[in-house]
C-alpha cells in the first residue's frame, strides 16, 4: 500500500474514531480540541482530504452501483431512475429523468475534487450516455433546471474556456448542445396567460391534458440564471426571455407590503391559500436568483428586486430576536406558522453575498444550534415548541454553503469548526459500503435508501471548499456565481448587455462596496464579552485589543437558548466555554426598515397619499421634497452602519442611486407651544474656551521647527445639553497634592481647571458614525479628545462611540459658522450619560479649520503632540432670533445648489441620518 493511501485511510480512521467518541451523552463532536489546538495549515489539509475522501467515496460508488441511471440507492447497491409503475410518484419523478442526473450535476465538482482527466472522462461518458433529451419521462421544470441544465452549462463553460485549467482538446460543444436542447423541450411549459411555467413537463410528449395549473415561487422563479446563461452563450434570446417574463410576473403580484406569496395559479396569476410569505421551502432560490441574476448580469432591475425584498423579509419576516425567520401572512406581515425548515439556512449566505454580515452571523447561529443538538437540520423545526416536527435529513447543502460563505468573509475559525463538526457527522451517520445514505431520522439515527444528486454535487463541495484555502475559486473576483444547486455561472463581457445611459448614471452615484468585518473583541479581566458593535463594558473593564471570535459575541448564549428542549442541552464546546464572568446578552434589536409620516414643528398631520407635483416630484438625479407635511417616507439601514437611506417617498420608490433632495425651510421650524406653556426664551448652555498648543511627548516645548508652523489656537466652542459638563470645575480625584494629574488615580477629565489632554484625527472614522475599530482604537491615547466632522449620525451616537474606544472628549467641527449646542438623540434617550466623565462639544468651521491645520503641521515632526486645555468662555444668555424665512428658491437656484454641494447636509429623522439626502435651504 502506497504511504499516500494509507495516510488518507488513518485521517478517515481518526475522524470516524472522533465523531463516534463525540455521540456519547453531553459530548461534543469538535472535542476538546479544536477549542485549543490552531487551525494550522496542515489541520485545513487534513481535513479537506478527508471531505475529498468521502466524496470519493460517494462518487465511485455511484459509478460502479449506478451509472448510467439518475440516483444511487446505497443501502441496496443498486442503481435508480423514473418511477415507471408509478408517474404519481412525484418524490422521485420530478428530479429523475432517465439521464443520468446525478453525473450531469456533478460535472461543475469533479474537476475541483477528482481533477482534469477525471473531468475530461465525465463529459466524454455524459455525451455518449445522453445523446439527446427526446424522453417519456415528466421531470418537474424547476429540478430539471437546476440539476441537469445547470451541470451541462457550468460543465461546458469549464471544458470550452483555457482560463479555468480544465479546458478540453476535442470538445465541440456538445454540451451546450445538449442543454440548448433541453432549453427547448422546456419552452412549452412557458406558454400560459401569464408567463409563469408549468410546473412539470414531458421532455417528448410537452405538456399533459390536466396538467395541474398550480406552481410555487421558487419554481418559477428560479430559472432566469441558467436559461438568460443559455440565451447568452447560444445566441438564442428565447430562453432569457421567458424566464425572464416569469420571473416578474411573479415580482410583479407581490403584496402591498412587498412580500411574495408561495404558491400561484398559473392561469390566472392569483396566489393560491394559504397565501404566506418568508424564507423557505417554495420561496427561497427566488429571493437568491434576483441578488445573483444582478451580480452575474450587472442588470440593476435584479438589484432592485433584492433589495425591496430584503427589506420587507427584514421587516417583517424576522423574529423580534433577530435570529429567526418565520413564515408571515403575504398582506400583512403578522405570524402564520411557528416552524423554519432546512431550506432556509442557505438565507445567511446569501446575507453574506449582500453586504449584511451582521445579521448573516445571528441567523447561522440559529443552524448551528439545531446542528449541534441533532447532527444535522431537521427538515422542519418548530419555534414554539423547540422540537423537530420532520426529523429527517437528506444531506442538504444549505447550511455548510452559509458556513463556507461566513469563513471566507470573516476568516474566523469557529466556522472551520464548524465545518469539522459537520464532516464528521456526515462520516459517522452517512457512510456506508454503497456510499452515502440520507438519514430518516436524526433522532433514531434510521437511514434511508437514497443518495440525492446534490450530496456530491454541493453539500460536499462546500465543504471540500471551506478547508481549501488556495483554491483559485475562493479569490475569483469575476461575475461568477454558484447557482442554488452549486454550479459556476459565469458571463464573459461580450455577452453583457450594455448599460442605458440613465442607469450608468445612477450607478456611478452609488455605493456598492461592503463594509469591512470587524472581529469581537476581548475586554478582560471581568469584561463582559461581545460583539464588536454596542459592546457594554463594566467597571473595571480593560480594553486587552485581543481579537476574539464569533464564539465570543454576547448573543451567542441567546442563540443557544431559542433553539434547545425545555430539558436544555449543553454541548462539551458549551462547557468548556463557560466562565463565571460569561453573559448572556438579550437581544436588542434595531428595525432594519422604518415607517414614519413627516411633519414639522411637532405637528400632528394626516398622510398626503398622493402628493401633488409642487409638493414632491423628479428632480435632477432623484426627487425633490418641497413640502414635507404629510409625506410618507420609509428608511431602511444601510449595510455600512453608517446611517439609513431613503427607499420610498410618498407613492414613490427611491431606487439605488437617486438622491432626495429637500428644500422645505420649515424643517427648520422649532415647535410651536401651547399658551398655557409659554415660558422665558431658555438660555443656550455656556460657552468654554478651547486653547490648543503644541508639547512635546515628554513635556515642554516643541522642537525648534520654522516660522510658518503654527503653534496653537484658541477657539470659543458650545457645551452639550447631556454627557459631561467641560463648564464644570473639574473635581480633585485624579490629581496629586500639586494639582499634577496621577494616571494611578484615575481618567482624565476634559473639564475647565483639569490640564491639557492630547488631541486626535482618525481619518478613518472622520464622522465617528461607526464604532472605532481595533486598529483605530489603539490610536487614540490615554485620556485623548477625538477631533470628528458633523454629519452622517448624531451627536449622541458620535460621543457613545468614543466613549467605547476610551475617549475622555469629542470636539465635533460644525459646518457652517454658527454656533450649535450638541443635543441628544430624543428626550431621555442619554439619561444614562448623565455620570459620564466624556464630554462633547462644538466648534465653528473656521475653528475646526484651524485645529485641523494644526494637526496636518504637526504630524510630520517626530515627538510632538497636539493639547487642548478647557478654560472659562463667555456665556451667551439667549438663543438668537429666528430669521424671516427665506423666498423658495426657483429650479435654477436649486439646481445650482446641487452643482456647487461638496458635502451635501443630510436630512435626520428621528435621529436616523438619511445618507441619501441633502438639504438645498
Known amino acids: 500500500m502506497r504511504w499516500q493511501e494509507l495516510w488518507h485511510k488513518s485521517a478517515s480512521a481518526l475522524l470516524l474514531f472522533n465523531s463516534a467518541w463525540s455521540q456519547a451523552p453531553g459530548a461534543d463532536a469538535l472535542s476538546n480540541s479544536s477549542h485549543i489546538s490552531q487551525w494550522t495549515t496542515e489541520r485545513k489539509v487534513f481535513a479537506r482530504e478527508a471531505t475529498r475522501d468521502l466524496w470519493k ?81 415528466k421531470p418537474q421544470v424547476f429540478e430539471t433546471n437546476i440539476r441537469v441544465m445547470g451541470g451541462l452549462l457550468s460543465g461546458h463553460i469549464l471544458a470550452h474556456e483555457k482560463r479555468y485549467g480544465f479546458y478540453m482538446k476535442g470538445y465541440k460543444g456538445e454540451l451546450l448542445q445538449r442543454a440548448k436542447e433541453l432549453g427547448e423541450r422546456l419552452l412549452p411549459a412557458f406558454e400560459t396567460p401569464t408567463g409563469l411555467p408549468y410546473a412539470r413537463i414531458n421532455l417528448r410528449h410537452g405538456v399533459a391534458r390536466g396538467e395541474t395549473s398550480e406552481t410555487c415561487t421558487a419554481g418559477a422563479g428560479t430559472l432566469i ?136 452571523i445571528k441567523a447561522h447561529m440559529i443552524y448551528w444550534n439545531l446542528w449541534k443538538r441533532f447532527g444535522g437540520i431537521p427538515e422542519t423545526f418548530n419555534v414554539a ?36 463538526r459537520v464532516l464528521n457527522d456526515l462520516i459517522a451517520k452517512t457512510k456506508v459500503k454503497c456510499g452515502l445514505a440520507t438519514i430518516a431520522n436524526l433522532l433514531t439515527g434510521k437511514q434511508d435508501d437514497r443518495m440525492e444528486s446534490f450530496a456530491l454535487s454541493e453539500t460536499l463541495k462546500y465543504l471540500f471548499l471551506l478547508f481549501d484555502e488556495s483554491n483559485p475559486v475562493n479569490s475569483d473576483d469575476s461575475n461568477m456565481v454558484f447557482t442554488t444547486e452549486g454550479h459556476f455561472l459565469v458571463l464573459h463581457p461580450k455577452h453583457l448587455k450594455p448599460m442605458s445611459k440613465i442607469r450608468r448614471e445612477l450607478s456611478r452615484k452609488e455605493n456598492l462596496q461592503c463594509p469591512v468585518y470587524e472581529p469581537p473583541m476581548w475586554y478582560g479581566p471581568k469584561a463582559q464579552v461581545g460583539a464588536g458593535k454596542g459592546v457594554q463594558r463594566g467597571k473595571g473593564n480593560m480594553r486587552l485589543g485581543l481579537v476574539g471570535s464569533v464564539r465570543n459575541r454576547g448573543d451567542t448564549e441567546y442563540a443557544r437558548h431559542l433553539t434547545m ?78 446611517g439609513y437611506d431613503v427607499t420610498r417617498l410618498g407613492p414613490h420608490r427611491i431606487l439605488a442611486g437617486q438622491k432626495v433632495y429637500v428644500a422645505d425651510p420649515a424643517i427648520f421650524a422649532t415647535p410651536k407651544p401651547k399658551v398655557e406653556d409659554v415660558a ?23 522642537p525648534s521647527t520654522p516660522d510658518w508652523k503654527p503653534k496653537g489656537a484658541e477657539i470659543i466652542a458650545s457645551t452639550a445639553s447631556f454627557a459631561a459638563d467641560p463648564a464644570k470645575p473639574v473635581k480633585a480625584k485624579g490629581f496629586d497634592i500639586r ?14 481647571g483639569a490640564p491639557a489632554v492630547p488631541v486626535v484625527r482618525i481619518s478613518t472614522n472622520d464622522f465617528a458614525c461607526k464604532p472605532y475599530s481595533a486598529t483605530e482604537a489603539l490610536r487614540i491615547p490615554e485620556n485623548g479628545v477625538i477631533l470628528v466632522q458633523r454629519g452622517w449620525c448624531t451627536f449622541e451616537k458620535k460621543a457613545r462611540n468614543a466613549k467605547r474606544a476610551g475617549a475622555v472628549g469629542v470636539i465635533v467641527v460644525n459646518d457652517s459658522e454658527g454656533n450649535v449646542n450638541p443635543e441628544p438623540d430624543t428626550r431621555g434617550s442619554a439619561s444614562d450619560m448623565k455620570d459620564w466623565d466624556l464630554a462633547i462639544v462644538s466648534v465653528p468651521l473656521s475653528g475646526g479649520n484651524a485645529v485641523e491645520g494644526l494637526l496636518d503641521a504637526w504630524k510630520s515632526v517626530g515627538q510632538t503632540k497636539v493639547m487642548v486645555v478647557v478654560e472659562a468662555g463667555m456665556p451667551v444668555e439667549t438663543a438668537n432670533p429666528q430669521p424671516p424665512a427665506p ?31 441633502a438639504i438645498l435651504v
Request: one cysteine or more.
Open 680 to 702: 422665558p426664551v431658555k438660555k443656550v448652555g455656556p460657552n468654554v474656551r478651547l486653547r490648543f498648543f503644541v508639547s512635546h511627548v515628554n513635556g515642554g516645548a516643541p
Open 565 to 642: 428542549s425545555e430539558s436544555g442541552f449543553a454541548s462539551r464546546q458549551d462547557e468548556l466555554e463557560w466562565s463565571s464572568y460569561g453573559w448572556c446578552e438579550t437581544p436588542r434589536l434595531a428595525a432594519h426598515v422604518y415607517d414614519v409620516i413627516l411633519t414639522t414643528g411637532g405637528k400632528t398631520v394626516v398622510e398626503d397619499v398622493s402628493p401633488p407635483l409642487k409638493k414632491l416630484r423628479k428632480f435632477v438625479d432623484g426627487y425633490l421634497l418641497s413640502n414635507v407635511s404629510g409625506i410618507r417616507l420609509q428608511m431602511t439601514s444601510r449595510l455600512d452602519g453608517m
Open 385 to 420: 415548541t423547540r422540537e423537530a416536527t420532520t426529523t429527517g435529513y437528506p444531506l442538504r447543502p444549505e447550511f455548510i454553503e452559509s458556513t463556507y460563505f461566513l469563513y471566507r468573509a470573516t476568516r474566523d475559525t469557529f466556522y472551520l469548526d464548524v465545518g469539522e
Open 887 to 917: 423666498e423658495e428658491p426657483s429650479d435654477e437656484e436649486l439646481r445650482k445648489r446641487v452643482r456647487e454641494m461638496e458635502h451635501p447636509r443630510a436630512l435626520v429623522v428621528n435621529g436616523h441620518t438619511l445618507l441619501n439626502t
Open 739 to 752: 494639582g499634577v494629574f496621577d494616571i494611578r488615580r484615575g481618567k482624565g477629565q476634559f473639564n475647565l
Open 57 to 137: 467515496h460517494g462518487f465511485d460508488s455511484y459509478m460502479q452501483y449506478a451509472f448510467p441511471k439518475d440516483e444511487l440507492r446505497p443501502l441496496s447497491c443498486k442503481g435508480r431512475g423514473p418511477d415507471w409503475n408509478n408517474p404519481a410518484n412525484i418524490g422521485y419523478n420530478d428530479v429523475l429523468s432517465n439521464s443520468s442526473v446525478t453525473l450531469v450535476d456533478m460535472l461543475s465538482t469533479i474537476p475541483l475534487l477528482a481533477g482534469r482527466s477525471a473531468f475530461h472522462r465525465a463529459v466524454r461518458q455524459v455525451i455518449h450516455h445522453v445523446p439527446s433529451y427526446d424522453l417519456d419521462v
Open 225 to 360: 440564471l441558467e436559461f438568460a446563461t443559455l440565451s447568452r452563450l447560444t445566441g438564442d434570446e428565447r430562453f432569457e426571455r421567458v424566464a425572464r417574463r416569469a420571473f416578474f410576473a411573479i415580482w410583479n403580484r407581490r403584496s402591498e407590503i412587498d412580500l411574495v406569496g408561495n404558491t400561484i395559479d398559473i392561469m390566472t396569476g392569483s396566489w393560491i391559500s394559504p397565501e404566506n410569505s418568508g424564507i423557505g421551502a417554495g420561496i427561497d432560490s427566488f429571493y437568491e436568483y434576483a441578488l445573483k441574476m444582478y451580480v452575474l448580469s450587472g442588470e440593476l432591475e435584479y438589484l432592485n428586486v433584492w433589495r425591496e425584498g430584503y427589506e420587507s423579509i427584514m421587516k417583517y419576516s424576522r423574529g423580534r430576536e433577530g435570529f429567526w425567520f418565520r413564515n408571515v401572512h403575504t398582506d400583512t406581515g403578522t405570524v402564520a406558522t411557528s416552524h423554519v425548515d432546512s431550506l432556509s439556512a442557505f438565507w445567511p449566505g446569501l446575507q453574506v453575498l449582500a453586504g449584511d454580515i451582521q445579521n448573516a
